[in-house]
């Protein structure tokens, strides 16, 4: 019983590091940070782009009553 309950403590120490530890750090991540604002903006816009790319091939292969085209299509929307 005492293995469980020493095991059971070190989860809660752990899920607490694990909270606290973020918070913490972003004191730290003011203009000494790696990435900027504005880096970070840039990345996330190219990845929208590349989605709505892919999100608009998939959905010609499934304008396409073609059987192949349309299993294209379908397996782009559910990796996209």
Not at 20 to 25: C, D, K, R, S, Y
Not at 53 to 72: P, V, W
């Amino acid at each position: 019983m005492k293995n469980v309950q020493g095991l059971m403590a070190a989860m809660v120490l752990v899920g607490l590091i694990a909270v606290a530890t973020p918070i913490f750090m972003q004191s730290e991540a003011g203009p000494k940070s790696a990435c900027s604002t504005d880096l970070i903006k840039a990345a996330a816009r190219q990845e929208i782009e590349c989605l709505q790319r892919g999100y608009a091939k998939a959905t010609d292969l499934l304008g396409i009553t073609e059987g192949a085209s349309f299993d294209k299509g379908r397996d782009l929307y559910r990796t996209t």
